[in-house]
């Protein structure tokens, strides 16, 4: 066993996820949707919609880390408590649609095939699990905090945190440590350097779905008729700035 010491080999699946996901991350970060989003220039509608999107995703994922939760190739990433996003969502989804949001809103075409894929494996290939888990959770916890502070002031939501419940992990005191606690638990499970790989190969695809979702946002959002909120700066600024 290797978890009384932090190994850096490249062989670890948390270097080779970091290592294979680095290119992808960086066109995830330069979609046109995630370019708006981080400058607050992002309409309600639009984040409502994202939150949607994220609603049906993290539904889906649960699902099958609930159907997974005790497969030795699951097992150690099973964290219902400090990690899991979809009652989150669904309060925020409360908030912006009402008591009858449910029958308000439904999944879209890229989502669909994001959370196909995500039962597809969770039934036929559990250990892939582990990069879908990977790419959304390690994610959240990486830009969370600052993607929660440009929507509050981008959509003047209350500071309560309602509708943003999402970004907030209640139970994960220090993101840092716990990265380090999820690459540590990636680390050990007993899983060959061919199906390291196809974890790899996998979370490229998971970042691919959430790409598809962003562009498909993007487009709703030309179609969407609604003034376009900057980051609440002074309204004769030039829109947002993230660096505050
Ligand atoms: C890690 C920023 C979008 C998934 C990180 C880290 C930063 C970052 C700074 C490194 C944190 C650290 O070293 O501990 C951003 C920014 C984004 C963005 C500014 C644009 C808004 C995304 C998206 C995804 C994603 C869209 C996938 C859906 C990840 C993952 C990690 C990560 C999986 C962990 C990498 C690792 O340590 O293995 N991100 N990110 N990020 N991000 Fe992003």
Known sequence: MSHTFISHSPEDLSELLAA????VHEKAENTQFVKDFLRG?????LFKLGAVALYYTYTAMEEEIERNKEHPYFAPLYFPQELHRHEALGRDLE??????WQSDISCSPATQLYVDRIHQIGEE??????????????GDLSGGQVLKKVAQRALKLPPTGEGLEFYQFEAVHSPKAFKQLYRSRMNELEVDMETKKKIVAEAVKAFQFNMEVFNEL???????????????????GAGGDISK
């Open 20 to 23: 294979g996901t680095k290119e």
């Open 41 to 45: 220039q992002i309409r309600k509608e």
């Open 95 to 100: 908030y912006f649609y009402g008591p009858s």
């Open 125 to 138: 290939d559990p250990v892939l699990l582990v990069a879908h888990a990977y790419t959304r959770y390690m």
């Open 218 to 236: 993007d487009e709703m959002g030309k179609s969407i008729q609604e003034e376009v909120l900057d980051a609440g700066m002074p309204v004769h």
